[in-house]
């Protein structure tokens, strides 16, 4: 399996995205990168924001995304005792098989320091670009 662990702020929104009042939301651009390289890849996407401690807003990003035809394969558990993404990812992977992988997000501290090639960071400014959804690509064949 080849898998998307997918941060939301910074990611498919950012200052210049489009807001509801003042919450960010999806930017329609950054969306269609996502797919590009969900649907160049095949592969599954698993959420690693702290929207997934909303049920709300994973409700609204499953929609968005659905909009698209994307779904939410999963999320990574919440651990209490590590506040860095990058144990979650670690867990959530354990005992599954993972071929590829690819970690989208804005802040280091989900990056897996021995795998550095599977970390893609975004940026607030500008969100998901197409020269990242080009190296994701890249790296996780098609």
Not at 8 to 15: R, S, T, Y
Not at 27 to 43: G, K
Request: charged share 25%.
């Amino acid at each position: 399996m080849k898998v998307v662990f997918l941060d939301i702020d910074g990611v498919l929104n950012h200052l210049g995205a489009p807001k509801s009042g003042a919450i960010y939301t999806i930017c329609p651009l950054c969306l269609q990168r996502l797919h590009r390289i969900v649907d160049e890849t095949a592969a599954e996407i698993v959420v690693t924001s702290s929207w997934r401690f909303s049920d709300r807003s994973m409700e609204f990003l499953a929609d968005s995304l659905g909009g698209v035809g994307l779904t939410i394969h999963d999320s990574t558990p919440i651990l209490p005792c590590s506040p860095m993404r990058h144990a979650e990812i670690r867990q959530w992977m354990d005992g599954k098989d993972v071929e590829r992988f690819a970690i989208l997000d804005d802040s280091s501290d989900a990056f897996i320091t021995d795998v550095e090639s599977a970390n893609f960071q975004t940026s607030w400014e500008n969100g998901l670009t197409d020269e990242i959804a080009d190296e994701v690509i890249r790296y996780m064949g098609k």
